[in-house]
């Protein structure tokens, strides 16, 4: 009796213990570049100062969308802020997109004035005199000034040819292929890749813009293409909305538990509104 008594007792203490967390598996991942690491003193073609002038633009219209300043400084304050946007609306990713968005606006100033339009004056006309009469052209130049100006944030960049066949253009340099993307790792974050970078960029292009655009993550290897010419599909929204939370966070869970809630990628309102019914049931049957 004494022997049972034990064993049970025994039994339910190891009940009550909590279970070992499983083993994180590595990040970033190993598939990813070695030799494409993005280090602080690297630069772009055009040079260290450009790209500090850059990255103080984009870290004060973060900063406006996130509702304040990080202290930390560098390239690490900036991952904060994406993530304290993207916790600001923690149950609907579709909101942070809308202010993700709004972060790449306001790179952009609203002059000359236009009209009656919602996007900033330079986006209205740069629609209306470039986008529209010189498609190619303005494809072509998006391109090369996203190679030339976004490798403080994203990492080592390499102008290619398009594999595909476009709808605009010939495809020759319109392809901006990131070897290894510097905010991706260090966010490490699948929402923060979805919601705060890859829609509200196609958005920005796509629509305020008017240049087909269309970004590639590679969740395997960090890489990341950037299609210019090539409008998003709807085999790649689908995969995008379906992406799950990476099964190892760099922060350890810091993100989830000061925000309680981890966006889910799959808050899919704004976007399913512009579906059809046979449109929205694929979406539904992938990410269910």
Sequence with gaps: MILVLFTTAAAVQTLRKPA??????????????????????????????????????????????????DNTPGFEGIINLAQKLVAVEPRSAAATRVRAR????????????APGAEQPGLLWWFTRLFARPFPEFSAKLNA??????????????ELRDLEETPEVGDGINQLVYVKRCRFLEQSGCASVCVNACKFPTQDLFNGDMGVPMRIEPDYETLSCS???????????????????CFSACPS?????????????????????????????????????
């Excluded at 972060?103 to 100033?109: D, E, I, K, M, N």
């Excluded at 090369?144 to 960049?157: E, F």
């Excluded at 409008?231 to 799950?244: F, G, H, N, Q, Y």
Aim: aromatic share 10%; proline share 11%; net charge negative.
């Design 20 to 69: 070992a967390p499983p083993r994180p598996p590595t990040w970033p991942p190993q598939n990813a570049d070695p030799y494409a690491k993005w280090y602080a003193s690297d630069a772009g073609p055009l040079g260290r100062l450009v790209d500090l002038a850059c990255e103080s633009a984009f870290r004060s219209s973060l900063a406006r969308e996130a509702g304040g300043d």
């Design 102 to 113: 709004g972060v790449l606006r306001g790179l952009f100033p609203d002059w000359p004035p």
């Design 144 to 157: 090369r000034v996203t190679w030339a100006a976004g490798g403080w944030l994203m990492g080592p960049l």
């Design 226 to 244: 950037f299609k210019f010419g090539l409008a998003p599909s709807m085999d790649d929204e689908v995969d995008a909305l379906s992406t799950p």
């Design 252 to 288: 350890g869970g810091a993100l989830r538990a000061e925000h309680r809630q981890c966006p889910d990628v799959a808050d899919t309102s704004l976007f399913l509104e512009q579906l059809t019914d046979e449109q929205r049931e694929l979406v539904l049957d992938k990410i269910t």
